[in-house]
């Protein structure tokens, strides 16, 4: 429009238009009071309201060296330009943006670079279990045993290989985000449209957007008519935004209401725009988490932190123990080096070399465990940190919801009813939703397979059809011959439609947009005037339903005596008969409450993290059961405000956080790491992706979820069910317990084989078990049955406990003593027997049988003890697992053959065994589970508060290459 004049006498407007014009130009240049869009004009454009704060333009001319950083939903659209050095909104020249680009850079999502796979491969030889797997090796091959030598060298780099994997996998996150870039822009340069490739794209440029195309950069709108965004990958809420670029935000306003504005990687689902880019790159939302995702460091798991402690310990064990042995021997008067060579022997055999291997398939077997209750497990670590789980951070659309819009209640003819109904209420319920599901556009394909289109309208076609209506049969007896569809100013949808009586037209929309446009109500079937009395019960009925958290839309008709087309709001819009209104929400899926109460008697608290609403979140908090023991509900907002002390504070209490940005959610799950808690984090959106690549245990949903957020998380939730994250916490504390049994048979029965070997070595004694034979009995008792300890079947009573303490060492004292118990009793039964052998006068042969089966003995017993009771003593009742007895059987025909077959016998030197023999050795087997009963069990001391920050500045070190000095 080039000019407008009013005529005061005819109330008649004169528009002159100038096509060569932007209509935005002539807009800003008007005078007096800023143009404000009708309630009932489609199309809005750009205003700024008297209050709005004004900020002064930049004294400098030119584009500075990046641009400036402001509160771009909060500025008048004058003073954005101003901000931005643009003379108006018509677009940049040409050489203007190539000035622009060479000074702010591309639009591109930058990440940092990763690590290479030999730099990587040089790391790991830091890792202590590497480096004892290495140094037993090369011990085994100067003793000039081959086959032990390759063992421990492929289990090292076999080791190696999968720490590598699990490193190159964990920096993908934040290179995923690139994939949401779009690869072109619709511009205007010039003054012309043009397209441009995206990353070309400058803080200044008018770009273009319409429906189905992914926004190119940060941008305010200028002109929009009837847009919609779906902003789910910036801020997890699946609902479409509508925008309106005639509105300014507060300052604080969070992302996801500033409605002024579109962000990079989100999708135009309706509608078209104009918007002046405000931010590009690294400088967009979408680039902040990228920054954010970037920054987040990669710990060490913590098992496998614990199981590098526990090596360094075994190192020094091994060097303490062989060069006792050497010492005490050469004090004896024998030579160093034949002192050195049984010693070495009996060092490198009290190894656990297979132990890195059993972990890994512990590990393994959980994960398929968990693939089949619905959990796929990305890496091997999020099985141990579920097993360590103390806190739940949850999103909630998707997750603890359907994400579906459902029908929950509705109020016709003057009562209020729950949804699903009663049979009774059937008819009351009719004629509502029946023209609702005229007045709606959501379509049933053929066949009724679900229904597709705007989600609220899909759940009204969904509830009429549960209640009787056809929705395609309604539909075909009303055609619709008009239509005034719904925008943010009128803020409801009109359609006309002819029957076989005449003309009917339907209205749907906000209460406050359709109750005041009725004048008439249908109640018992007959229509009755709305009085005062029935305006505020429907009214009250409407507040009732917002309070609990329902989007609320009411639903009215009106027969037209006469329709000529096409539709006027003035004329159709009045005296509408009100036939009621309809509560809508998102429900919590079935089994959520249930598996809510699980996660409270497994003593594990779950935090809901949500961008929606408070209301909306404490309503589904309330249902579920998240709040049944009280909480902590805060905001985005006052997040923003707390220190991370204060926020730490909140940890104990917190149970809901509404309307959080992603660097909200990070906070959250920092402070509550910084309590000593181990947090997992469930989401589905980009939004999720830094607290999840952050948490000890990040899932990310498969159906719902962004391959960023699939790429920052340890598992994934086949069918995004949470009862599935429940599931995975008893496999993943049943793998921690099952590993932990694995750790101590392998530790225990290793330390009595060497006491076994070193104690007569020092004592001047006979050797009681060969190497040869040593290492036979070793293929016989060990891999097999600590494999078999390793993947034993679930506990079923594994929620029935709280979670074991992650500060703790994967042996902590009483376990160490009992450990240390039991490996003094195997090897002084062992040493006792065979001594008391050749005291008898028996000879060698006997003697070296009876420290065999005595040897194998106590082993098989330790590995049923274990299952038997756990590390603090409490009886357990496992379920039979098969692959124990396969192991026990193997074990003990391996172990057997030797001593009764006699090609193995003279091979070995060994003399078969009698029954008295055999009481010999059972009593000699017992002396282990007598040693360990002495020590008992005694409650460690409670760990220092600080010694949870301690391992993670550990675990930090260790995934840089900087251990060797303690966190401050």
Known sequence: MADVRPNPRTGRVLVLYDASALALDVLL???????????????????????????????TAGPPETPPGQPWHALPLPDLLAALDVESPGGLSRAEARRRLAAWGPNRIRTRPRPGVWQLATR???????????????????????????????????????????????????????????????????????????????????????????????????????????????????????????????????VGDRANLVFMGTLVTGGRARAIVVATGMRTEMGRIAAVLDAVATEVPFLQLRLQRLVRVLILAVLVLGGAGVVAAVARGSGAREALVPALSSAV???????????????????????????????????ESLGATTVICTDKTGTLTRNEMTLRAAYAGGQMLDFPCAPADRDRLLPLLRAACLASDAHVPPGGNGVTGDSTEAALVTAAAAVGVDPGAVRARHPRIGEIPFSSGRRRMTVVCRDGQGVQVFVKGAPEAVLARCTQELRDGEVVGLDGAARAAAQEAADAMAQRALRVLAVA?????????????????????????????????????????????????????????????????????????????????????????????????????????PEHKLRVVRALQARGEVVAMTGDGVNDAPAIHAADAGIAMGRGGTDVTRGAAQLVLVDDQFPAIVRALQLGRSAHDNIGRSVRYSLATNAGEALASLVPLAAGLPLPIPPALLLWSNVACDGLVSLALAIDGPDPAALDRSPADPREDVLPPPVRRRILARAIGIGLGVVALHAGALALGLGAAKAHSLALAALATAKLRYARDLRASGPDGRPLRLPTSPLLRVAYG??????????????????????????????????????????EAAVGHRPAHPPPTRIRDTWRGEARQVATGQFGRRAE
């Open 349 to 383: 055999a009290s190894i656990p070399q297979g132990l890195p291997i059993t972990v890994t398939i512990a590990l393994s077997a959980a994960v398929s465990r968990m693939a089949g209750a619905g959990a796929l497990a990305r890496r091997l670590s999020a099985v």
């Open 29 to 59: 240049r008007a005078t007096g009071a800023p143009w404000r869009p009708a309630p009932d004009t489609p199309e809005t454009y750009a205003g700024a309201p008297p209050e709005a704060p004004a900020v002064a333009p930049p004294e």
């Open 890 to 931: 193997s074990a003990s025909t391996v172990v057997l053959a030797p001593i009764y077959l006699p090609s193995l016998r003279s091979a070995f030197g060994l003399a078969p065994l009698g029954l008295a023999d055999w009481l010999a050795v059972l009593a000699a087997a017992w002396l282990g589970t007598a040693c």
């Open 124 to 254: 790991q030889l830091r890792n202590p279990v590497v480096l004892l797997l290495l140094g037993a090796g090369g011990a085994s091959l100067a003793l000039g045993q081959a086959l032990e030598a390759a063992s421990s060298i492929a289990i090292a780099c076999v080791t190696s290989g999968i720490g590598i994997r699990q490193e190159l996998r964990a920096g993908r996150a934040a290179e995923l985000l690139t994939r949401m870039e779009a690869p072109v822009a619709r511009v205007q340069r010039d003054g012309r449209e043009v397209v441009v490739p995206a990353a070309d794209l400058v803080p200044g440029d008018l770009i273009l957007l319409q429906a189905g195309e992914r926004v190119p950069a940060d941008a305010r709108l200028v002109l929009a008519s009837d847009l919609t965004v779906d902003e789910s990958s910036l801020t997890g809420e699946s609902a479409p935004v509508a925008k309106d670029p005639g509105v300014l935000c507060p300052r604080a306003t969070p």
């Open 557 to 661: 008709c009106r027969p037209l005596e006469r329709y000529t087309g096409p539709p006027v709001a003035d004329d159709i819009e009045r005296d509408l008969i009100l036939l009621g209104l309809v509560g809508l929400a998102d429900p919590p899926r079935p089994g959520v409450p249930e598996a809510l109460a699980a996660c409270r008697r497994a003593g594990v608290r779950v935090v809901m993290l949500t961008g929606d609403h408070p209301a909306t979140a404490r309503a589904i908090a309330e249902e579920t059961g998240l709040l049944a023991d009280g909480g902590l509900v805060l905001t985005g907002t006052e997040i923003e405000r707390m220190s991370d002390a204060e926020l730490s504070a909140c940890g104990e209490r917190l149970a809901v956080c509404a309307r959080v940005a």
